[in-house]
């Protein structure tokens, strides 16, 4: 054991000194959080409406007031065709909404085509979900208007996300990647290091274990995942009210699970290359893109082309952000996810297996 | 006859077709100092490897220090030293903490850690240096804190990979006064090197060339042997053969 302290205790004192690495360790997952919680987001406010009111009627008046009072929108009138269409070009709005002259017989006739929306889709993502809020709105409106006979209401209720909040997906997401890229990246770097600069001969030819050396620098990524956790969870909690909803206890359990399974890939990776560089290609284009891409966290899952799917089972992150989804905003049974649970404990097992066979191989 | 620290007898090592080492057969005896020469790619660090416990022979008897390669490896690793010229101490850790943490992988208990290591200062008059990164040192004074740190658990046998790659004639000679003087305390050295000038202070030499040993004496008996004025000599001639 004493052996061991002096090892963590070396290990340490590289990571402190390597003040830069530091300083990226520390500071991302709070740019992160920060930077998702804010900046990717598909919630709009204060979005510029144009509005041609060609009806110009108390009805007409009514539905723009109702647009105003929603405080998604800004209404910017205009008045002629050319108007509008500068208006798009210009990007002074990112759609309009065109009322047609006696909107209110017409509708009541039975007539449609009587409210033109036109959207600047060069941003799709925008655009649809301008539209969605658009329509809502306006349907709203529609309906105390109409009959009440054969109407079908639809009333929605948002469950687990009733803001529909995006950072309450990202965080599970930010996460995993964050962890991947400290206990992957950083332990293949620094194993390779040893082996690069000659000290991990020197390392096996003393009484140290080949166990100890690996334990060794594995606790100190240990510790500073923790860290990051904590710093992660906090300042979404505190500053996009994302909530732990389970259990909490349930909650460092799996992401220990995940912790040791995205070190088991930092441990493999420094067993089939021979210098630092190489180690961070390898992390940085073999596991932090895919897990960037394909863990849910930018793109949904359920989107993307079957075999691509069936491509990001491979990754533990999806599974450790599916499982992460179910604790902290579904508050799910455990039986919910367990099969993921499973699949990251199976990857890992493999991993260290695999590992250790190389490890043997170039050291006995 | 001194006693016998290292024993070999056809020892050999294969990595798969290839013979790195091909029975090779030698003793060093207590408090010797034994260079180890040969060209690159002779086999000189596999053979070092072996004797290390760090790579198990293919065929072949060995033991260090007393005890076999084969099964007692560990017990070899409390025996002996290793310093290497591609690696000199970790860049980023003072020179304190250097000697602290090779001392402590080398189960020194703190306080002799600590008499030790003041002691090692004091003769490297590096007292005023000791906290400083290892980083900021000169090679020649990180080569030869190195050596008094490979040695600092008072080992029976030290390994010496090509201690004194690139550098000065004096540290060199300085450096070589060293290993003296650990000799001289019963500490058996184990060196290899390219330069031939320290060829001669070892006490036998012997030349590797494709994996087997073409000559093992003292440096006066194959300089004889081979009918050359200089080891520079006998090492181009044996390793043109």
């Known amino acids: 054991m004493k052996h061991l302290r002096i090892f963590v205790w070396k290990e340490f004192l590289h990571i402190w000194r390597d003040k830069k690495t530091l300083m990226i360790i520390i500071l991302l997952p709070i740019i992160e959080v920060l930077l998702f919680g804010y900046v990717l987001t598909s919630e709009i406010n204060n979005v510029n409406l144009g509005v041609r009111d060609l009806d110009n009627s108390t009805w007409s008046h009514q539905l723009i007031l109702k647009f105003q009072s929603s405080n998604y929108f800004k209404i910017i009138s205009l008045y002629t065709a050319p108007e509008v269409e500068h208006a798009l070009q210009s990007n002074q709005v990112k759609a309009v909404l065109e009322i047609k002259p006696d909107a209110e017989k017409r509708l009541q006739s039975g007539e449609s085509g009587i409210i033109q929306l036109l959207l600047d889709a060069s941003d799709p993502n925008i655009a649809r979900t301008i539209e969605t809020y658009i329509n809502s709105i306006t349907y709203s409106y529609l309906q105390k208007g109409a009959t009440q006979s054969s109407q079908i209401d639809i009333i929605p209720v948002m469950y687990y996300n009733p803001e529909l909040k995006s950072v309450f997906k990202s965080v599970p997401g930010l996460m995993a990647v964050v962890l991947m890229l400290i206990c992957a990246m950083m332990t293949s770097v620094s194993l390779a290091r040893e082996k690069e600069t000659g000290s991990m001969d020197v390392l096996l030819i003393s009484p140290l274990k080949p166990w100890h050396i690996v334990i060794g620098k594995i606790i100190p990524y240990i510790v500073i995942s923790f860290v990051n956790i904590l710093m992660i969870t906090g300042l979404s909690y505190f500053v996009f009210d994302v909530p732990i909803r389970g259990s909490i206890i349930l909650f460092f359990l799996f992401s220990a699970l995940f912790v040791v399974c995205a070190l088991s890939f930092g441990l493999f990776i420094s067993t089939v290359v021979k210098t630092q560089q190489i180690a961070m290609m390898i992390s940085l284009a073999g596991l932090m893109l895919p897990t960037t891409l394909l863990s849910g966290l930018i793109y949904p899952i359920r989107n993307m082309p079957g075999w691509l799917q069936r491509l990001s089972g491979i990754f533990p992150a999806r599974w450790f952000v599916e499982i992460l989804c179910h604790i902290m905003l579904k508050d799910s049974p455990i039986h919910y996810y367990l099969k993921p649970a499973g699949i990251i404990l199976l990857i890992t097992l493999i991993l260290l297996i695999m590992s250790t066979k190389r490890f043997k191989l170039r050291y006995d | ?241």
């Open chain 2, 1 to 241: 006859m001194a006693n016998l620290i290292i024993e070999t007898e056809n020892l050999t090592k294969k990595f798969g077709e290839f013979t790195a080492v091909d029975a090779i057969t030698f003793n060093v005896s207590e408090g010797e100092i034994f260079g180890f020469l040969g060209a690159n790619g002779a086999g000189k660090t596999t053979a070092m490897k072996m004797l290390c416990g760090l790579l198990l022979p293919t065929s072949g008897k060995a033991s260090v220090a007393g005890y076999d390669v084969y099964f007692q490896s560990e017990k070899i690793k409390l025996n002996i030293g290793y310093m290497s010229q591609k690696f000199s101490l970790f860049a980023d850790l003072t020179v304190w903490e250097n000697i602290e943490f090779y001392a402590g992988i080398y189960k020194m208990p703190p306080a002799l850690i600590k008499s030790h290591g003041a002691k090692l200062l004091q003769e490297l008059e590096l007292e005023k240096q000791k906290k400083r990164l290892i980083g900021t040192l000169p090679l020649g004074i990180r080569q030869k804190l190195a050596f008094s740190i490979a040695i600092i658990h008072e080992p029976r046998l030290v390994f010496l990979d090509e201690p004194t790659g690139g550098v000065d004639p004096i540290t060199r000679r300085r450096f070589w006064e060293m290993i003296y003087e650990a000799s001289s305390r019963g500490i058996t050295v184990f060196v290899t090197t390219h330069y031939m000038d320290e060829a001669e202070y070892c006490d036998r030499i012997s030349m590797m060339v494709d994996g087997s040993i073409q000559g093992l004496d003292t440096p006066a008996n194959l300089k004889t042997q081979f009918q050359s004025k200089t080891m520079y000599d006998v090492f181009l001639k044996l390793a043109r053969k």
